[in-house]
C-alpha cells in the first residue's frame, strides 16, 4: 500500500482512536466532557499522526482567526514584550492573533501544541531540544526560527530570521577593543536549569569569534557561565575582579544581566568605564534609566515582526520561506569610552 502523503485529517484521528469524528472534536476544543480513557486514545492518536486542526480554513471562512503562538524562553523579558507588541501589530490586520508563552521544554508541551488550534509557531529559545522543534516541522505546522543558535539538526520546511544577534555581540567587542580594552569577558545567562552557552550559541560564538580575529585572549578567564540566579552572578562577577587576572570590560548576553555586573563593578569600588567597560543587549528600559546609564545593542523588532509574518504567510500559501537577515545598531552610553 503506497504511504499517504496527505496531512492527516480528523476522520483519521477518530479512527486511530477507536471514536467517533465528534469525540475528537469534543477533545481538542475541550468544551464537553470526555471519558479520561478515550480522551487519553485521541491525544496518543494526535501525537502519532501529528495531526493539527486547520484553523486557517476556518478563518478564511470568517469563522474565527487564527492563531501564532511565540514561544520565549524568558517572557518577563521586556525585549519579548516589544516584540510581542510589534508583531501584535503586524499580525492583527491579517487575522491573526498572537500569544507568547514561556518554553516548557519537555513532550507533553509539544503534544499540547499539535492538540490545539495553532496554525503557526515562532520560537526564539535557546534551550528547547531541536527533537521538539522538529516535530513542530514535521507536523506541517509554519515554524519561524529566530535564530539564536544554530538549530544544526532541524531540518525541513521551516524558516530562518538572522536578527543581527552575531554580528551585535562581534561589533560590541569591536567597540570596547578600539576605546582600548584588551581583557575582555563574556557574561552568559543565569539558569537554574544549567542551560548555559557554547558556540552553537550565536551571542557566544560572535564574541569567541571576535576575540580570536583581534588576538585577544580566550581561555576559561574570559566567561562569566553557570550562574544558577542573579545573587551568583553578582558574587561572581566580585570575585572575576578581585582575582589576579585583569578584566576591564564586561558584555553581556542581555541588559538584566549587564545591570546586575554594573552595579558589581561599583560595589568593588571601579570607576565606570574609566577602568571597567560594561556593554548590554536588548536596549531595554532598564539600560536607559540606571546610572550611570548602560551601552547596549538594539535589535530591529519591527523589522524582526514583519519578517516573521511574511515568512508565516509564504507558508500558509504554499510556498518555500527564504532565509532573512537583519542588522543590529550599537547605542553607546556611559558604560562605554
Not at 539558569?191 to 560564538?205: K, M, T
Amino acid at each position: 500500500m503506497p504511504r499517504k502523503t496527505s496531512a492527516p485529517t480528523r476522520k483519521d484521528v477518530a479512527e486511530l482512536a477507536g471514536v467517533s469524528e465528534t469525540i475528537v472534536s469534543y477533545v481538542l476544543n475541550a468544551n464537553r466532557y470526555v471519558a479520561a480513557d478515550k480522551k487519553k486514545r485521541v491525544l496518543e492518536a494526535v501525537e502519532k499522526l501529528h495531526y493539527r486542526p486547520n484553523s486557517i480554513a476556518r478563518a478564511l471562512k470568517g469563522k474565527g482567526n487564527s492563531h501564532i503562538l511565540f514561544i520565549a524562553d524568558n517572557v518577563a523579558n521586556d525585549y519579548f514584550g516589544r516584540l510581542l507588541q510589534e508583531l501584535d501589530g503586524v499580525a492583527y490586520d491579517r487575522g491573526y492573533l498572537v500569544s507568547l508563552m514561556s518554553t516548557k521544554n519537555d513532550q507533553d508541551f509539544i503534544t499540547r501544541i499539535l492538540s490545539r488550534q495553532v496554525d503557526a509557531v515562532i520560537i526564539s529559545s535557546a534551550s528547547l531540544a531541536e527533537s521538539y522543534i522538529q516535530q513542530l516541522v514535521d507536523s506541517g505546522l509554519p515554524v519561524v526560527l529566530l535564530m539564536t543558535r544554530d538549530y544544526a539538526t532541524v531540518h525541513g520546511r521551516v524558516a530562518r530570521i538572522y536578527t543581527g544577534i552575531e554580528s551585535g555581540i562581534m561589533a560590541a567587542v569591536r567597540l570596547l577593543y578600539d576605546s582600548g580594552c584588551r581583557h575582555l569577558v563574556h557574561v552568559d545567562r543565569v539558569s537554574r536549569h544549567a542551560h548555559f552557552s557554547n558556540r552553537q550559541d550565536l551571542r557566544f560564538r560572535g564574541f569567541c569569534n571576535q576575540m580570536e580575529t583581534l588576538g585577544l585572549p580566550l581561555t576559561a578567564q574570559s566567561f562569566i557561565t553557570g550562574c544558577r540566579d542573579y545573587d551568583e552572578l553578582f558574587s561572581a562577577v566580585c570575585a572575576r575582579i578581585r582575582s589576579e587576572v585583569p578584566v576591564d570590560g564586561f558584555i553581556c548576553r542581555n541588559d538584566g544581566l549587564a545591570c546586575t555586573v554594573l552595579n558589581a563593578v561599583l560595589a568593588c569600588g571601579k570607576k565606570v568605564p574609566l577602568e571597567i567597560a560594561v556593554i548590554g543587549f536588548d536596549n531595554s528600559d532598564a539600560s536607559k534609566v540606571i546610572r550611570p546609564a548602560l551601552s547596549t545593542i538594539a535589535m530591529d523588532q519591527k523589522g524582526i515582526a514583519q519578517a516573521a509574518m511574511a515568512l508565516i504567510d509564504a507558508m500558509v500559501n504554499g510556498r518555500e520561506p527564504e532565509e532573512q537577515h537583519l542588522v543590529t545598531r550599537m547605542v553607546p552610553r556611559d558604560t562605554t569610552r
